[in-house]
């Protein structure tokens, strides 16, 4: 064989020989002491990787070059993984290889412009666009396979963070009992938080479809979880009875077989700090569409790289509500994708101080927010009391006694973590009587809505239905109508709606609407008010009252400065 010109020296130092040529010259290499020594003052030019890539970058034209000759083809052609495995029999290879690996894109180009001038191989041109596309996403630590997870991440930002981070792994164990199989497929565990993504089979394999409505009704008695370590030391939960939003079941979209269980770890644990580098979880279903039996899987959970992704920022900042409720920010606990605060209530007898805490970056503008009303069903307020709340958040009751202390764990994604936020109470709230009533026609509100103002609220009442149904053999009847509402300035909410008719029968009411904000800051409600007693005929007259509404005081001066940057 001659001896090698620029252009296969070129090829052999960027391997972009198909295998058997790469043997041949190879094999040259090895004997030629005029091609060694050539091969040397090439590797030599690029000793230095740092200074190499120091160098300029490629001009736009050398780059629409090299794109506009990638082929459509897949970089598979090429067959990399067998050049791979070709055993390199000089060092001088070894150490080109050991270049090309830290070389850029820009490097590859320009070499093989000044080698080739022009591209013409359809081989390289895939080579370079598989190169290039490596190259073009360095924020991807790996390339993640396919998770059972990906549609949950569609809607819950700290799953798809989860799976950013790799904290999801497949686990594919299996339990059978009573020839049905429950199978766990994947979980996903942070210094948080556990999901874990299981199905059941029944007796002729075939997943059971709407498990979630048919299967897991309550925990303890269809289903338990355990946490344990390596040892085996069984962590108790501390919020057994007071948990609020826990032990979810959600249901995947698209796919009814499968059910997501979630735990908050920091339910077994005091102090985040605590937590082993590894858990072990320990999860039974015990009954499935009736029948009784043990389906047990125990699988470990690897946190330690959530744990060093996770930093505990002290606070320890009070603020004394006007009820006397002492509220002690005691820590921020910084995670991927979210932000936890630990908030220590002592409270002031028989009472709990209503307020909403908020987020708010160096402009003013809130990121985040969080309200605690003591209104009942929160899925009432989703705005404007809240904002950017992860879905699992809990209350700890250290002392249940009129004077005891309870612990708010509340968790907000979206919030940047490379800069100082401020953490503040926005707003206190507090429930008066309200003596609001208002006598209406049915017959006239079908034809017109009758709107009414009392104490600065304006309430329209509009579109009166009667809904009969057969409940057990019996035909009952319901009423609903239609409730706009703008509230006056200071008042948050109204509730304790009631109705009697001309008859005196007497019906409760329950607002079913939403509330929402307008450009003043005033309250809007917008929604059906349903009327809940059996009608035994559709009244001709209704008195609605309202006693109760929720003042808002935004006159607070209280806040703390969260120093997240350092």
């Given at each position: 064989?001659?001896?090698?010109d620029?252009?296969?020296?070129?090829?052999?130092?960027?391997d972009?020989l198909?295998?058997?040529?790469?043997?041949?010259?190879?094999?040259?290499?090895?004997?030629?002491?005029?091609?060694?020594?050539?091969?040397?003052?090439?590797l030599?030019?690029?000793?230095?990787?740092?200074?190499?890539?120091?160098?300029?970058?490629?001009?736009?034209?050398?780059?629409?070059?090299?794109?506009?000759?990638?082929p459509?083809?897949?970089?598979?052609?090429?067959?990399?993984?067998?050049?791979?495995k070709?055993?390199?029999?000089?060092?001088?290879?070894?150490?080109?290889?050991?270049?090309?690996?830290?070389?850029?894109?820009?490097?590859?180009g320009?070499?093989?412009?000044?080698?080739?001038?022009?591209?013409?191989?359809?081989?390289?041109?895939?080579?370079?666009?598989?190169?290039?596309?490596?190259?073009?996403?360095?924020?991807?630590?790996?390339?993640?396979?396919?998770?059972?997870?990906?549609?949950l991440?569609?809607?819950?930002?700290?799953?798809?963070?989860?799976?950013?981070?790799?904290?999801?792994?497949?686990?594919d164990?299996?339990?059978?009992?009573?020839?049905?199989?429950?199978?766990?497929?994947?979980?996903?565990?942070?210094?948080?938080?556990v999901?874990?993504?299981?199905?059941?089979?029944?007796?002729?394999?075939?997943?059971?479809?709407?498990?979630?409505s048919r299967v897991?009704?309550?925990?303890?008695?269809?289903?338990?979880?355990?946490?344990?370590?390596?040892?085996?030391?069984?962590?108790?939960?501390?919020?057994?009875?007071?948990?609020?939003?826990?032990?979810?079941?959600?249901?995947?979209?698209?796919?009814?077989?499968?059910?997501?269980?979630?735990?908050p770890?920091q339910?077994?644990f005091?102090?985040?700090?605590?937590?082993?580098?590894?858990?072990?979880?320990?999860?039974?279903?015990?009954?499935?569409?009736?029948?009784?039996?043990?389906?047990?899987?125990?699988?470990p959970?690897?946190?330690?790289?959530?744990?060093?992704?996770?930093?505990?920022?002290p606070?320890?900042?009070?603020?004394?509500?006007?009820?006397?409720?002492?509220?002690?920010?005691?820590?921020?606990?910084?995670t991927?994708?979210?932000?936890?605060?630990?908030?220590?209530?002592?409270?002031?007898?028989?009472?709990?101080q209503?307020?909403?805490?908020?987020?708010?970056?160096?402009t003013g503008?809130?990121?985040?927010?969080?309200?605690?009303?003591?209104?009942?069903?929160?899925?009432?307020?989703?705005?404007p009391?809240?904002k950017?709340?992860?879905?699992?958040?809990?209350?700890?009751?250290?002392?249940?006694?009129?004077?005891?202390?309870?612990?708010?764990f509340?968790?907000?994604?979206?919030?940047?973590?490379?800069?100082?936020?401020?953490?503040?109470?926005?707003?206190?709230?507090?429930?008066?009587?309200?003596?609001?009533?208002?006598?209406?026609?049915i017959?006239?509100?079908?034809?017109?809505?009758?709107?009414?103002?009392?104490?600065?609220n304006?309430?329209?009442?509009?579109?009166?239905?009667?809904?009969?149904?057969?409940?057990?053999?019996?035909?009952?009847?319901?009423?609903?109508?239609?409730?706009?509402?703008?509230?006056?300035?200071?008042?948050?909410?109204?509730?304790?709606?009631?109705?009697?008719?001309?008859?005196?029968?007497?019906?409760t009411?329950?607002?079913?609407g939403?509330?929402t904000?307008?450009?003043?800051?005033?309250i809007?409600?917008?929604?059906?008010?349903?009327?809940?007693?059996?009608?035994k005929?559709?009244p001709k007259?209704?008195?609605?009252?309202?006693?109760?509404?929720?003042?808002?005081?935004?006159?607070?001066d209280?806040?703390?400065?969260?120093p997240?940057?350092?």
């Amino acid at each position: 064989m001659k001896c090698l010109d620029k252009g296969q020296i070129a090829l052999y130092l960027y391997d972009l020989l198909e295998p058997e040529e790469a043997e041949v010259i190879a094999a040259h290499l090895e004997d030629c002491r005029h091609c060694q020594r050539r091969l040397k003052q090439e590797l030599d030019a690029l000793e230095d990787p740092e200074e190499s890539l120091a160098t300029d970058e490629p001009s736009e034209a050398v780059i629409h070059d090299i794109m506009a000759n990638l082929p459509p083809y897949p970089i598979h052609i090429l067959k990399r993984s067998e050049r791979q495995k070709l055993q390199r029999k000089t060092n001088w290879k070894k150490r080109s290889l050991d270049i090309v690996k830290k070389a850029t894109i820009a490097v590859a180009g320009i070499a093989a412009v000044v080698y080739f001038g022009t591209l013409t191989s359809p081989s390289f041109a895939t080579y370079v666009h598989g190169l290039y596309a490596s190259t073009i996403k360095p924020q991807l630590k790996q390339t993640q396979e396919s998770s059972l997870f990906d549609t949950l991440a569609s809607t819950n930002l700290l799953i798809q963070r989860g799976l950013q981070e790799g904290y999801n792994k497949k686990v594919d164990l299996k339990a059978v009992d009573n020839g049905m199989t429950l199978e766990v497929k994947e979980v996903m565990a942070d210094s948080r938080d556990v999901r874990i993504l299981f199905t059941i089979k029944d007796q002729n394999g075939k997943p059971i479809e709407d498990l979630f409505s048919r299967v897991l009704q309550d925990e303890g008695t269809s289903y338990e979880l355990k946490i344990t370590d390596k040892d085996g030391k069984t962590y108790t939960n501390y919020d057994e009875e007071f948990q609020i939003g826990h032990n979810d079941l959600t249901q995947v979209k698209g796919q009814s077989e499968l059910i997501m269980l979630s735990r908050p770890i920091q339910t077994f644990f005091s102090d985040t700090s605590e937590i082993p580098d590894e858990l072990y979880i320990d999860l039974v279903i015990k009954d499935v569409e009736g029948i009784d039996g043990k389906w047990n899987v125990t699988f470990p959970i690897d946190i330690s790289k959530a744990k060093k992704d996770t930093k505990i920022v002290p606070i320890h900042k009070q603020y004394t509500a006007p009820n006397g409720e002492l509220i002690d920010l005691k820590q921020v606990m910084v995670t991927p994708g979210q932000i936890e605060f630990v908030i220590e209530n002592t409270l002031a007898e028989y009472t709990s101080q209503g307020l909403t805490y908020e987020i708010v970056d160096d402009t003013g503008a809130v990121l985040a927010k969080w309200s605690e009303m003591n209104r009942g069903n929160k899925e009432r307020y989703p705005q404007p009391y809240y904002k950017n709340v992860a879905r699992n958040y809990f209350v700890r009751v250290v002392d249940d006694t009129p004077t005891g202390k309870k612990v708010n764990f509340l968790t907000f994604h979206s919030l940047p973590t490379d800069k100082d936020l401020t953490f503040r109470v926005a707003a206190t709230y507090q429930t008066t009587s309200a003596d609001f009533e208002q006598k209406l026609s049915i017959d006239a509100m079908k034809n017109k809505p009758v709107t009414t103002e009392h104490d600065g609220n304006v309430f329209t009442f509009s579109n009166f239905t009667v809904k009969e149904e057969t409940i057990r053999n019996e035909k009952r009847m319901s009423a609903t109508m239609q409730l706009d509402a703008t509230l006056a300035p200071g008042v948050a909410d109204v509730d304790k709606f009631a109705a009697v008719d001309e008859n005196g029968n007497k019906y409760t009411g329950y607002f079913k609407g939403s509330l929402t904000r307008d450009a003043k800051g005033n309250i809007v409600l917008s929604g059906p008010l349903n009327l809940v007693k059996d009608l035994k005929a559709i009244p001709k007259e209704l008195t609605i009252s309202i006693k109760e509404q929720l003042k808002e005081n935004k006159d607070v001066d209280w806040s703390v400065t969260l120093p997240l940057k350092n």
